[in-house]
């Protein structure tokens, strides 16, 4: 039961990723004018936060059910991750969100601040999952 639990936890994280790396050419996408670029952003934020959700949610399950886990350094740091991304979203769904519709230099500077918070968030990731490999493989934790 533990192993479909994991199972699911890792698939919703290659999930994921995958939808962090589309988020980061949606910009270029529906950036055409403001009003679409808050409505892409509005649907991207809590599809993200479904998904961080659902990942936490899985990830947690197996650690309070007690069958063989037990909380560790990769755990705790993956907790930190989700604070860290989840903080992220919220920060960058707001700055969009009371934009002033009318400025374009404020909407090129959030388009920007989008793309490199996406390209945090996939490193986030990315890391996240290399230091899970190597714990997996024995070589770290």
Same mark, same amino acid.
């Given at each position: 039961m533990i192993?479909?639990m994991?199972t699911?936890?890792?698939l919703?994280?290659k999930i ?5 790396v589309i988020?980061?050419?949606? +910009?270029? =996408? /529906?950036g055409k004018d403001?009003r ?5 952003? $509005?649907? /991207?934020?809590?599809i993200f936060? %479904?998904?961080t959700?659902? =990942?936490a949610f899985?990830?947690?399950? +197996?650690?309070?059910?007690g069958e063989?886990?037990n909380f560790?350094?990769p755990?705790a740091?993956?907790i %930190?991750?989700w604070?860290?991304?989840? /903080?992220?979203?919220i ?5 969009i969100k009371?934009? +002033?519709m009318?400025?374009?230099q404020? $909407?090129m ?10 390209? %945090?968030?996939? =490193?986030l990731?990315?890391l996240?999952?290399i230091i899970?490999?190597l ?6 934790f």
């Open positions: 192993g479909e994991l699911t936890h890792s919703l994280v994921f990723l995958g939808f962090l988020g980061i050419f949606l +910009p270029f =996408i /529906y403001m679409s670029f808050k409505k892409m952003s $509005f649907i /991207y934020t809590m936060q %479904a998904l959700t659902m =990942i899985s990830g947690l399950i +197996p650690l309070f059910t063989g886990m560790s350094i755990i740091i993956m %930190a991750v604070v860290i991304m989840m /903080y992220l979203e920060k960058k769904h707001k700055n009371v934009a +002033p009318q400025d374009e404020k $909407f500077m959030l388009k920007g601040k989008f793309v490199k918070i996406s390209i %945090a968030q996939v =490193i990731v990315a996240m999952v899970m490999i714990k997996s493989k024995g070589i770290i």
